[in-house]
């Protein structure tokens, strides 16, 4: 089974980044330190699946790690290092028979390999994960974690903590994350290959076509401009990728534009 983890997004000090989500009415935490690939973040939990703010501290471990091919690093390193929403990571418990299944639909796999973080508190956090595109691609795909520990014990760990818990401004989950898209080949391919549901929509009026896939209770919104338009001037303004997440169960209707994302938050 197949199950959204983690959005990450990109930004210049995670620390500050939080304290300014916090006074949306966010709660999100400070995390620890990727001592590997020379980054930090901080942490916005939505029961298990949670939004990852990134930032560098070493700037030489950040460019050895941006090496690996299709890696979180070397994305935010190929997009000249632009903050803002850059990846998500779909959650797994058979990594190793998914980069055989990843390899035998054609495409690149870059391992499963295991790593670990530090908490703030000393603490050591460890998982894995595979990463897997092609080289012709224009969009970049997700990439795959499989946590140590059973989702259960992490959700009680994780509460304990204080890292789960409730946010002022609500009862807010992860309602969808969309995309701008040149076509839907890449996106239905993994869809079909994880099992997940895709549904097909086409808005004439705004010149766009939708590729809608449900992952777990989070629904990917991908969306293809066929003329102009919102979508049509956005892909020509920022290229391809994540252009918002969308959370839902806020006490108040807002927009939150910080460090180059967009954050639609909407009432129960």
Same mark, same amino acid.
């Given at each position: 089974?197949?199950?959204?983890?983690?959005?990450?997004?990109?930004?210049?000090?995670?620390?500050?980044?939080?304290?300014?989500?916090?006074?949306?009415?966010?709660?999100?935490?400070?995390?620890?330190?990727?001592?590997?690939?020379?980054?930090?973040?901080?942490?916005?939990?939505?029961?298990?699946?949670?939004?990852?703010?990134?930032?560098?501290?070493?700037?030489?471990?950040?460019?050895?790690?941006?090496?690996?091919?299709?890696?979180?690093?070397?994305?935010?390193?190929?997009?000249?290092?632009?903050?803002?929403?850059?990846?998500?990571?779909?959650?797994?418990?058979?990594?190793?028979?998914?980069?055989?299944?990843?390899?035998?639909?054609?495409?690149?796999?870059?391992?499963?390999?295991?790593?670990?973080?530090?908490?703030?508190?000393?603490?050591?956090?460890?998982?894995?994960?595979?990463?897997?595109?092609?080289?012709?691609?224009?969009?970049?795909?997700?990439?795959?974690?499989?946590?140590?520990?059973?989702?259960?014990?992490?959700?009680?760990?994780?509460?304990?903590?204080?890292?789960?818990?409730?946010?002022?401004?609500?009862?807010?989950?992860?309602?969808?994350?969309? *995309? !701008?898209? %040149?076509?839907?080949?890449?996106?239905?391919?993994?869809?079909? =290959?994880?099992?997940?549901?895709?549904? &097909? /929509? $086409?808005?004439?009026?705004?010149?766009?076509?939708?590729?809608?896939?449900?992952?777990?209770?989070?629904?990917?919104? *991908? !969306?293809? %401009?066929?003329?102009?338009?919102?979508?049509?001037?956005?892909? =020509?303004?920022?290229?391809?990728?994540? &252009? /918002? $997440?969308?959370?839902?169960?806020?006490?108040?209707?807002?927009?939150?534009?910080?460090?180059?994302?967009?954050?639609?938050?909407?009432?129960?």
């Amino acid at each position: 089974m197949y199950q959204f983890d983690h959005l990450v997004h990109f930004v210049p000090y995670p620390e500050q980044t939080m304290l300014k989500l916090q006074e949306e009415g966010l709660h999100v935490v400070p995390g620890g330190s990727h001592e590997a690939w020379g980054t930090y973040n901080t942490l916005s939990y939505f029961d298990l699946t949670y939004i990852e703010l990134i930032g560098i501290e070493n700037e030489k471990k950040f460019q050895e790690a941006a090496n690996k091919s299709y890696s979180l690093h070397a994305s935010y390193k190929e997009n000249r290092r632009r903050d803002g929403l850059t990846r998500f990571a779909v959650r797994t418990t058979t990594i190793e028979e998914d980069a055989k299944l990843f390899a035998k639909a054609g495409l690149d796999v870059v391992g499963p390999e295991r790593f670990s973080r530090k908490r703030d508190d000393g603490t050591v956090v460890s998982w894995q994960l595979l990463y897997i595109g092609h080289p012709k691609s224009k969009i970049e795909f997700p990439f795959f974690i499989q946590w140590d520990e059973a989702d259960s014990l992490r959700r009680k760990e994780l509460t304990d903590r204080g890292i789960i818990a409730k946010h002022p401004l609500g009862d807010l989950a992860i309602q969808a994350v969309h *995309f !701008v898209v %040149p076509n839907f080949d890449a996106v239905e391919q993994i869809a079909q =290959l994880c099992g997940a549901t895709i549904l &097909k /929509k $086409v808005n004439q009026e705004e010149n766009v076509e939708y590729s809608i896939i449900l992952l777990d209770e989070v629904k990917l919104i *991908f !969306v293809k %401009p066929v003329g102009e338009g919102a979508a049509w001037n956005y892909m =020509l303004e920022n290229g391809y990728g994540i &252009k /918002k $997440v969308v959370l839902s169960g806020a006490k108040e209707q807002k927009q939150i534009t910080i460090d180059g994302a967009q954050y639609e938050i909407n009432k129960k």
